[in-house]
């Protein structure tokens, strides 16, 4: 094999590696969307009567008591991982960061009383869904060996809600435009007995895409609540720009550079449909909630047999979600929540496609508030971890690539906060 293939099937197992550090293309939430429905988990298809409401089910801010902006929904956040072996064996690369990123910004108007039983609703929404910050680097067995990884994702969601009540019924329908970027830099320098090699790539993507809502609440009575929705799939478009350099320099023999440079390349957005169901109870100051999500599979490929071919594999995956609130004087909810977040990549990883890793994680949720008359505020906790697999470079032969464990842990604050007039 000829340095140019080593060193760019090297870059390769690279990128494969640092498809770990993303949550976007196997998992389905690092966290929960909202405030109240943050809380309790994201079990909140029954209810969804807040700004959030748009994002689990259109048709329940068609109950939205009074129009309320929401000021802010800040996460406040720690990732951390590790991949076993990846660096040599006996030697795992873990990384650990903050991150800090809005995930809610609302409006919501609804045209009639606060307590009329028909009326209609119109909302303007920003959400964040899913958002992944990652920058660390190691050593290998020395200080001229290192490894440097930087990653970055985030997809935006702004839509546009329609809702109408009509007594003990409420339906709704959401146009959302989605706007997913990601910068992953990855750096490997060698230097053992005398030789040298180090290998660089870059990946620029940016995708834009439409995804189209439908959803109904139904009063059956009052303190029983139920909702379903069905999110089609992404579609859209989307472009990237790849880098790779090598460069090797032997003990003996002219040193020798590998660069590979495309600009113009494809990215297709992967979020697939995702159809839930839930309900909720409420008895005086208690509320419990369940939904069950669904997430149909998908397979996109951009850029089919060319050198930089981009293929996302998504199985299908069904998720739970529970919560409970109980509201003390009438002024301070106490909120708790589990959610499950099963990884929709193939078990064991594929080479062959881009998102390998096989991580399903399980999360747990608190939250306490303030509300007045007018306003809400929320402090709350979003932990979840778990355990899969990924591939690695078997002990640095980048030529043969190996099943491994890989683990995450994701702790978020979240604070928001919202007016109601």
């Known amino acids: 094999m000829g340095p140019r293939h080593v060193m760019f099937g090297t870059a390769v197992a690279l990128s494969i590696l640092a ?11 690092p966290y929960a969307v909202g405030s109240r429905a943050a809380g309790m988990g994201g079990a909140f298809t029954g209810l969804a009567d807040d700004g959030s409401g748009p994002f689990y089910n259109p048709g329940g801010v068609a109950f939205a008591r009074r129009s309320q902006l929401s000021l802010s929904g800040s996460v406040y956040g720690i990732v951390s991982g590790t991949f076993e072996d990846a660096l040599g064996d006996g030697h795992d690369f873990s990384y650990r960061n903050l991150n800090v990123f809005p995930t809610a910004t609302s409006a919501v108007w609804k045209l009639g009383a606060p307590e009329a039983a028909s009326a209609n609703v119109i909302a303007l929404s920003v959400f964040v869904p899913d958002a992944f910050n990652a920058d660390d680097r190691d050593t290998l067995g020395s200080k001229q060996n290192a490894f440097f990884l930087s990653s970055q994702v985030q997809t935006v969601w702004m839509g546009l809600t329609y809702a109408r009540r009509m007594g003990p019924v409420g339906v709704g329908a959401t146009g959302f435009f989605l706007l997913g970027t990601r910068l992953q830099q990855l750096d490997l320098t060698l230097a053992p007995s005398g030789q040298f090699g180090t290998i660089s790539s870059r990946v620029d993507e940016s995708t834009q895409g439409f995804v189209g809502a439908l959803g109904i609440r139904w009063d059956v009575t009052g303190w ?19 880098f790779v350099r090598g460069v090797a320099a032997p003990t003996a023999g002219e ?26 109870f409420t008895t005086g100051r208690l509320t419990l909630t369940a939904d069950v999500i669904f997430l149909a599979p998908r397979d996109l490929t951009d850029d089919a047999g060319a050198l930089f071919e981009r293929r996302v594999v998504r199985k299908p995956v069904t998720n739970f979600a529970a919560g409970v609130e109980y509201v003390l004087s009438d002024r301070f909810p106490l909120r708790a929540g589990f959610f499950t977040d099963f990884a929709a990549s193939r078990s064991p990883p594929d080479a062959s496609v881009e998102n390998t890793s096989h991580v399903d994680r399980f999360g747990g949720t608190f939250s306490v508030g303030y509300r007045s008359d007018h306003t809400s505020t929320d402090l709350g906790l979003n932990v979840s971890g778990g355990s899969g697999q990924d591939l690695v470079p078997r002990n640095l032969d980048f030529s043969d690539l190996r099943v491994t464990g890989s683990s995450q842990l994701l702790l978020y604050v979240f604070l928001a906060t919202s007016y109601e007039f």
């Not at 029983?224 to 790849?242: D, T």
């Not at 590998?258 to 600009?263: C, L, R, Y």
């Open 19 to 29: 498809q770990g550090a993303r949550a976007d293309d196997s998992n389905f939430r």
């Open 255 to 280: 040193p020798q550079m590998v660069v590979e440079n495309e600009d113009h390349l494809h990215a297709s957005p992967t979020e697939p449909l995702r159809a839930q169901g839930g309900l909720a």
């Open 224 to 242: 029983l609540h139920l909702g379903a929705s069905v999110y089609s799939p992404a579609v859209g478009w989307g472009s990237r720009r790849v």
